[in-house]
């Protein structure tokens, strides 16, 4: 048996907005495995987003349980959320979020700032390689402006990645990208995947979510479907099948 | 979190913002330059009017008649016959460790002639204890004797005014024999020239002479002008004071009912009087200093608050990877702090060198106190946890969820 990396169990979230209460979520049961490579799809206002804040702990359910890597989140306070999250998650934002003015290594540093346990040497090293495994070694002072969209998305990559998460959270992360940088990012995200990282990607791009090997489609804050992947795309290969750039 | 990785973090916030952390500091700069520079200006004159008192004798009490209005008529003091010398004998009797040096004033104005040259001045009869008392020097020969006292000596020193008036051939005038109001006196020492007193008056322009030749020889008369003497101490100058008090009371047997008919004076009042405007003066300028500070201060809040608002998304972002509350809030804290002190260590090394350039170049006299430089620093760090812990807090109560999201 696998082990589980996330455990839901009847996750609602409700709303109160006034007098009248909103249920976002309404009752949601699943559960990923250490290794899988997961999409979850909706339209707006499918309750994705409200999902996606408590698998990130950056929200608590209202009823239901949520055990992320044997932690129940429900019992956890702020401050203890936040440690949850420099330690389990690395997240991934559709807009990048990188520190402007900043290097890629010290943008790629910055989890490790707020984990008491790491030398400032190690952190180091561990930025470097953690830059290496995007591919981005060569350009670790570039500041976010010196960069390209794909290459400022794959430093976010490194830095979800510096702490060693046991689930990488990705929201919407190739929406500002053009289909052949996302199939870029999604070719590194299958090599990260098989190197044996957990991913947890929220899109709505149906082309996206073939990259996959198991898409949870939400609806109306229930799940609608949760079907295993069985013809996985690879990224690289659809990269490959691109016509060529006509831009030069 | 480690302080050191929060030194790092706030210290790269405000790399990145370079021109705007330089403009925030200038308030405080400008706070810090100007207190320590108003402070350094207002200290020096004070020190400098404390300094030219002090040279007339900082420990001096003064003993003058006064009126004690005999059948209601008031009188000037200096046409009041009512010290003599038997208050100096009394004064003397006490014994006091209060009071080191005694000297009888009497003095006459007349013409000093010296072969074809005359000046006219003041003579001064005294005793010997006058020099201590008055912070006189001689530079040249040497001074009477209380042996010249009791016998009338016609012996007298003369003052830089005097000399430079009765010898213009620049002769030496020790030995020498000048005449005045036709006595004979023979010149034995040369005082060390002092300079213009605070008020204005040359205090070069003097011959001394011992009191006896002066009462008996020139002024036949057998009153005192004033008495002076000084004190041990700055500090027992209150103490000899009432004691002197006392003794000229008694010796001129006064009741109880009966007003003083002289009054004592010490230097150290007219010292405090005078250093009290000057520091007036500087509380004033260091009060308006103290507003810049305060005003730089504000700044300090209003960019840290524009700063929350523009890295909400920066400040979600941290939160996301893991930051918490207060690591978002001593990250602020930090950078508010960092600004400050820094604005602080460039305010005072600036308000240091502008004192110095205006000495040097308006030659003002200035004192830069430590502790000036220490208050505004401590000042400036408060300042900084002060105006920075609002906006400060406000950063770490954000929710990590709006913060993200925020456009």
């Known amino acids: ?248 | 979190m480690s302080i050191i990785n929060l030194l790092k973090i706030a210290f790269r916030a405000l790399k990145r913002n370079k021109l705007r952390a330089f403009l925030t500091m200038l308030g405080i700069i400008i706070g810090v330059a100007a207190v320590i520079a108003m402070m350094a200006i207002g200290e020096g004159s004070k020190q400098s009017i404390r300094s030219s008192l002090s040279g007339m004798g900082s420990n001096m009490i003064t003993i003058m008649p006064q009126s004690n209005e005999p059948g209601g008529v008031r009188l000037q003091g200096s046409s009041i016959q009512t010290l003599k010398l038997e208050d100096i004998t009394a004064i003397k009797k006490l014994q006091s460790k209060n009071i080191n040096g005694l000297s009888p004033v009497v003095s006459t104005n007349g013409q000093a002639i010296k072969g074809g040259y005359n000046w006219p001045t003041t003579i001064t009869g005294v005793s010997p204890d006058y020099l201590n008392i008055r912070q006189l020097k001689l530079q040249d020969g040497i001074l009477f004797s209380e042996n010249d006292v009791k016998s009338f000596a016609k012996v007298c020193l003369l003052g830089k005014t005097v000399i430079d008036n009765l010898f213009p051939d620049g002769s030496n005038p020790i030995g020498q024999i000048i005449r005045f109001k036709n006595i004979p006196f023979q010149v034995i020492g040369v005082l060390v020239p002092k300079g213009q007193s605070n008020f204005g008056q040359d205090q070069d322009d003097i011959i001394l002479a011992p009191y006896t030749t002066v009462q008996k020889r020139i002024t036949a008369t057998n009153y005192l002008q004033s008495i002076y003497a000084s004190a041990t101490t700055e500090a027992s100058s209150a103490a000899a004071t009432a004691e002197i008090s006392e003794a000229i009371r008694e010796s001129h047997r006064l009741t109880a009912a009966e007003t003083d008919d002289f009054q004592v004076r010490t230097q150290a009042e007219l010292i405090s009087t005078i250093s009290s405007t000057s520091s007036m003066l500087t509380v004033l300028l260091t009060a308006i200093a103290g507003i810049s500070l305060f005003i730089g201060g504000i700044g300090i809040m209003n960019i840290m608050y524009v700063s929350v608002t523009e890295r909400t998304r920066e400040i979600g972002l941290r939160m996301s990877i893991g930051a918490r509350g207060q690591d978002v809030l001593m990250q602020f804290l930090i950078e508010a702090i960092l600004i400050s002190i820094t604005g602080g260590i460039i305010g005072v090394v600036l308000g240091v060198s502008s004192a110095y350039l205006i000495s040097y170049f308006l030659n003002w006299p200035i004192l830069i106190a430590e502790s000036s430089i220490i208050i505004s620093f401590v000042v400036c760090a408060i300042t900084g946890v002060f105006f920075g812990y609002y906006p400060a807090k406000k950063a770490s109560n954000l929710d990590p969820i709006d913060a993200l999201r925020y456009e």
């Open chain 1, 1 to 248: 048996m696998e082990q589980k990396i996330l455990d839901i169990h009847d996750l609602k979230r409700e709303f109160v907005m006034g007098d009248q209460t909103v249920r976002a979520l309404k009752g949601i049961t699943f559960d990923i495995k250490a290794g899988e490579f997961i999409t979850i799809m909706g339209s707006s206002g499918s309750g994705k987003t409200t999902l996606l804040n408590i698998l990130g702990c950056l929200d608590k359910p209202t009823e239901g349980s949520y055990l992320l890597d044997g932690v129940d989140v429900k019992g956890l306070n702020r401050d203890e959320l936040a440690g949850l999250r420099n330690t389990k998650i690395g997240f991934v934002f559709q807009a990048y979020n990188l520190l402007p003015r900043t290097s890629a290594l010290e943008n790629v540093e910055l989890p490790l700032f707020y984990n008491k346990t790491i030398t400032a040497e190690e952190r180091k090293e561990r930025a470097i390689k953690s830059l290496e495994s995007v591919k981005l070694a060569e350009r670790f002072d570039h500041t976010p402006s010196q960069l390209s969209g794909g290459q400022q998305q794959r430093v976010a990559i490194a830095r979800a990645l510096v702490n060693h998460p046991v689930m990488i959270l990705a929201d919407e992360a190739t929406g500002n990208l053009d289909t052949r940088t996302s199939y870029e990012i999604m070719a590194l995200m299958q090599e990260l995947n098989a190197e044996g990282k957990t991913i947890v990607f929220v899109t709505h791009e149906p082309d996206i979510a073939a990259f996959s090997t198991r898409t949870i489609m939400l609806r109306d804050g229930k799940i609608q479907k949760d079907s295993i992947n069985q013809n996985q795309r690879s990224a690289k290969e659809a990269l490959a099948n691109l016509p060529e750039s006509d831009d030069y």
